[in-house]
């Protein structure tokens, strides 16, 4: 049985969510030890104990160690089942956990499926240290649609830290062959538009996010003004063009000019890499890229410990590869060999 070391690398859920996709799509029985060993609060949290649940259900898994703060986990897939689902991180502890995360574990096993899913999810939809549901349905699923894929996700109330209580469902219609891309070509600024949302905040905050964000840009990009459907308070800033996306959130104290300046200065670093696919892009495709049947290139702003660590995990399952061009911290080029498609064993 494989066993995954869940402190290597960067040491966080990202390797609980890829360890969980893969043994999904080999239909392989995997074992992960010292889950999140060196967070301050290691073992798994309520948005990770969701995603194993919800890998365990498309999966009619047998799983032993599905326990808040548990570091072991024992997971044996039966197959994939797709359907339709309802999770809820706050199910059973009320929390605002990151459901955005969730819909990307269950996503490569319903992706390569033989019927379509509808995934409906509850929580947090716009919270700390996750992609916003924005960056889903406006960076990650145009990009997988690249590779083949179709995916797409209505968010039907936002849920913010710490409050949660949102809901997107996601429609997954599956494809048996993914296709390899050539992305390094950096996007145009023409190409790029923004948002300023908020929940339950004076409309001046929108504002004062728009203008901010046109001044810090220094061109007239489009920002639409959204208030937010959401029983908490929250606001975003979020600007995207083809494969980047660049968000920000408020927070009691923060001032509204602070979310657009954070946002301004993510897209100037973008900018002066200059690459094809943003950080957060990168870490998240290069699964899909491993599993279409040929060779990729992309290039990125930065290569990140997170993408690194990523990488190391789906090589555990599929063997060699990625090739990488470039050190930690910097812009990068990323190869994929291709053709890795998942085998049960």
């Known amino acids: 049985m494989l066993v995954i070391d869940g402190s290597r690398g960067e040491g966080g859920g990202q390797i609980l969510r890829t360890a969980l996709s893969l043994a999904a799509l080999q239909g392989r029985p995997v074992v992960l030890e010292n889950i999140r060993l060196r967070r301050p609060k290691p073992g798994l949290r309520p948005q990770h104990l969701t995603a194993v649940r919800a890998v365990a259900a498309i999966t009619q898994a047998e799983v032993s160690g599905a326990d808040i703060g548990s570091t072991a986990l024992t997971f044996k897939p039966r197959g994939i089942f797709p359907g339709q689902y309802t999770f809820d991180v706050a199910e059973r502890t009320g929390s605002a ?10 996503l490569p096993p319903l992706a390569l499926a033989d019927v379509p899913s509808v995934l409906t999810l509850k929580g947090g939809t716009h919270v700390p240290w996750s992609p916003p549901a924005h960056y889903l349905s ?9 590779l083949g894929l179709s995916a797409r996700l209505e968010l039907l109330t936002w849920g913010w830290y710490p409050q949660g209580g949102g809901t997107m469902r996601v429609y997954i219609q599956p494809r048996r062959a993914l296709a390899p891309v050539n992305w390094t070509a950096p996007p145009e600024t023409r190409d790029f538009q923004a948002l300023s949302a908020a929940a339950n905040l004076p409309q001046h905050v929108i504002t004062r996010q728009r203008e901010r964000l046109t001044a810090q840009l220094g061109w007239p990009v489009p920002i639409e003004a959204i208030q937010a459907p959401s029983r908490g308070r929250g606001s975003l800033v979020f600007l995207w063009g083809p494969r980047a996306g660049f968000a920000a959130l408020g927070a009691r104290g923060k001032r509204a000019e602070t979310v657009a300046d954070e946002v301004a200065e993510a897209f100037h670093r973008f900018q002066s890499a200059p690459a094809a696919v943003d950080c957060h892009l990168a870490d998240q495709i290069v699964l899909y890229l491993a599993l279409a049947p040929g060779p990729s290139v992309i290039t990125t702003e930065d290569i990140t410990s997170h993408l690194v660590t990523n990488i190391m995990v789906i090589e555990q399952f599929l063997g060699p590869s990625f090739e990488l061009q470039g050190q930690i911290g910097e812009p990068g080029l990323i190869r994929s060999i291709g053709g890795r498609l998942p085998k049960g064993e």
């Open 97 to 106: 956990g990151s459901v955005t995360l969730i819909a990307q574990a269950l």
């Open 138 to 146: 406006l960076v990650f699923f145009p990009a997988l649609q690249e």
